[in-house]
T-cell receptor
Framework: RKEVEQDPGPFNVPEGATVAFNCTYS??????FFWYRQDCRKEPKLLMS???SGNEDGRFTAQLNRASQYISLLIRDSKLSDSATYLC???????????FGTGTRLLVSP | NAGVMQNPRHLVRRRGQEARLRCSPM?????VYWYRQLPEEGLKFMVY????????ESGMPKERFSAEFPKEGPSILRIQQVVRGDSAAYFC??????????????FGPGTRLTVL
């Protein structure tokens, strides 16, 4: 089983749509959780950290369910510029390194 | 404040040659991480270094790969006797404290290695 699993997509949505991505992780001792964004042939960039209480940053909302070992990202009012690959990332649990999912690709069309 | 710098951005090597990838962390950062991204795959951790020390190299292949982060100068990822399977994007990241719970890893633009 992969340490971090994501649906690879692609998710094709029109501008203005709401889209949700999910991610599961296998190590119950994981401590920190993130969503990164990676544009084609570019480096990953931190989108937001994910907290147990849930957190929001503009159009983006992240949720963490530790009991189910499940992380989600909700994007409201999608923009063309949101087209990218979204990486679910986990850290901790005895491993001092970031563990990346393979990413979910989002394509927003006009 | 310059970000993480990597060079070269693109590197072409023939099988059997050596590849040297360089990474200069952000100013004030003493923790460096190397990741590899194979085509259509996620980033995989390779090695974590702090000035002059290797902290965790659990993701490094046992042979042909080595990394260093000297007191002065950039971190170097060295791949000896490259093979076609080494073709990938190699990303370097740096952080200030080494603790993602309180600190962010910032990524460089990557080096794309192509082995002919």
């Amino acid at each position: 089983r992969k340490e971090v699993e994501q649906d690879p997509g692609p998710f094709n949505v029109p501008e203005g749509a709401t889209v949700a991505f999910n991610c599961t992780y296998s190590n119950s001792a994981s401590q920190s959780f993130f969503w990164y964004r990676q544009d084609c042939r570019k480096e990953p960039k931190l989108l937001m950290s994910v907290y147990s209480s849930g957190n929001e940053d503009g159009r983006f909302t992240a949720q963490l369910n530790r009991a189910s070992q499940y992380i989600s990202l909700l994007i409201r009012d999608s923009k063309l510029s949101d087209s990218a690959t979204y990486l679910c990332v986990v850290w901790g649990g005895g491993f001092q390194k970031l563990v990346f999912g393979t990413g979910t690709r989002l394509l927003v069309s006009p | 404040n310059a970000g993480v710098m990597q060079n070269p951005r693109h590197l072409v090597r023939r099988r059997g040659q050596e590849a040297r990838l360089r990474c200069s962390p952000m100013k004030g950062h003493s923790h460096v991480y190397w990741y590899r991204q194979l085509p259509e795959e996620g980033l995989k951790f390779m090695v974590y270094l702090q000035k002059e020390n290797i902290i965790d190299e659990s993701g490094m292949p046992k042979e042909r790969f080595s990394a260093e982060f000297p007191k002065e100068g950039p971190s170097i990822l060295r791949i000896q006797q490259v093979v076609r399977g080494d073709s990938a994007a190699y990303f370097c990241a740096s952080s200030k404290t080494g603790s993602p719970s309180t600190d962010t890893q910032y990524f460089g633009p990557g080096t794309r290695l192509t082995v002919l």
